[in-house]
């Protein structure tokens, strides 16, 4: 593919509701292109977006997909994110390299919990945003009711700048109200604008004219005073309200019949920023805050925002030049890793195919293949430098389960395969947890999981079981006892004999033993101090209610008995592991749990509904917060009752809540639901 000059780039996150269209508009973008013969279909699984099989299967994105569009001299380069919740973390990427977001919103259903999610990223990163209302050849289409609703429900004035010409089975072309144009049909043919839309075309460029106006004092002053604004300052002005977040452009269409695609290109390219016009950039240069030009001719520098993890091809690394060029068969330098990387060939990837690029100037996005140790996150820079990107911020998995291999094949394979997913998915997480003796994997909810677990099959033959995953507990004791055991074995060969008088007390929760010894006048002699210990330690790891480990605990022994000759290492390790088991039941032993910090955002009418819920939940309401019409509810509450806060928040909000959560502490269980933990660990016991 042809180099193009940094200006002469536009990078574009297609975002909004699973199924308002975002994959079609991306596909009848790269066919106004020419660079395709014919439209693929999501129900045939043929777009160029969605070639990964889980993606033909489910009908829908799951991952972000990089669509070069070569358009009137320009390239913009689209990146189709998926619309689904649990896949955020590619939306999040996908904005992090993007100067602007396209909202598509289906023009029947208008504004959908989907939009929302997107239009809440669009403001995190405080970047121009625009619709595009899909699907206007649908029965029950309505522009004027998706727009009215946008500008009840978001902040920013929303100008439309294409209109549609007809609705439904009589949707014809769309109206450019900047240039006061029809383009009619999928070729997009320049006609009149009809007769019975120029009362809308006057309001529409009015609004425009006013948003301009609007945009910069000295303007204002010369609208206010009767003045006519030049075409030139209009567009200016409007471009500059656009840049700023305040006007949002709104556009229409038919992705699917390719009518508007054309038009709606050309206005990206005027009204999105270039990489040139959006620089400088934020980055750590030596170790300081600093900024980077954009310069296609400086320090190279280039953030990796997306790895793609293929069996066959290798890992694909995607990343986006903030400055300087990254040229093919170049040495870079990976500065978090500290580590020299050869970018052997480069290209450009179309979907799944990869596009021959010689040159990538800063702005553009481009993709390596098996490089040695880059990760999403990390930046390439030219040797010699130093210089930081601030990577994407991808929130903390929240949906738990455990897995198990199926096999002894899938248990040896298991570990590089979980490595691999977590690679090419930064919002996966996985560990295995010795204390419950489960793997974990973690995700954003149940379906990014059932994705996962499907491609450990798929593309490493790995089969797992899931498995609701257990609460890392705790044992720890919450008074001071005292216990002596005497073990003694006499009969035949050699004899066994040890005595160990000790005390159990709380410790420090954060270390699990603290060990002293206090026999004086040797009544044990100091040399069986470590075999004491190492029984103690034994009962520490596998717990003495139900199965968890030990901590903060502090034992001393204080006295006991040893013989001659039947005294030895093996008999006071007994002698302890026994002295303590007794001792620790006899010091009100408890369990502890983790605490977890929530965060719950919901639309405000939901408020009462989540704080009721996570009543039932022993949680501990922290604060509450009202902004932009959301409820942010800060709470902490037991792990043990998050396990699925996911799927439950899901149908508490309709799907309009989003939340994280971050470990905080381990806290004692009220003692009335001790008993269940012991209960629960004997009947899977039976159960083994
Ligand atoms: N009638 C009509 N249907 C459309 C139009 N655009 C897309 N569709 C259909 O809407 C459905 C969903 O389209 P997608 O492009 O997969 O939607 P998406 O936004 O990418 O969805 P996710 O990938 O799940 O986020 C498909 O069946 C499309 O054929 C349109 O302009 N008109
Ligand atoms: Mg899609």
Redesign the pocket.
Known sequence: MKVYSSDKIRNIALM??????????AEAMIHATGATNRMG???DGSTIS?WDDEEIKR???INTSLIPCEWSGHKINVL?????PDFIGDVISALRVSEAGVV?LDAVSGIEV?TELAWQQLLNENKPRFIFV?????DNANFQRVLDALNNTFEGNFVPVLLPVGAEGDFKGVVSVIEGKAYMGPEGKPGEVPADMQDALEEANLAIVEAAAESDDDLLMKYLEGEELTPEEVFNGLKSAVLSGEVIPVMS?????EIGIRTAMDLILSLAPSPVEAAPYPAIIDGEEGELPGDPNGVTAALVFKTIADPYVGRITLFRVFNGSVKTDSRLYNVNKDSEERMGHIFTLMGKEQVKVDLVPAGDIAAAAKLNVTATGDTLVEKGSNILIPPPKFPNPLYAVAIKPVSQADSAKISSALNRLVEEDPTLRWYNDTSIHQMVLMGMGDVHITIAVNRLKSKFGVNVTTDMPKVPYRETVSRTATAAYRHKKQTGGAGQFAEVHMRVEPGDQDTDLEYTWEVFGGAISSTFMPSIEKGIRQVMKGGVLAGYPVVGVKVAVYDGKEHPVDSKDIAFQIAGREAFKKAFQEAGPIFLEPIYKVEVIVPEEYMGDILGDLNTRRARVLGMDNVRGKSIITAEAPYAELLRYANDLRSITQGRGIYNIEFLRYEPVPQHLSQGIIDEAKREKEEE
Do not use: C, W, Y
Not at 253 to 257: F, H, L, S
């Open positions: 909004g509701h699973s199924g308002s269209g975002k994959t079609i508009l279909r999501v129900e969605d009908s829908q994105s189709d994110t998926p619309g689904f598509v989907g899909n699907k206007m050849d649908r269409g038919a992705a699917a019949r």
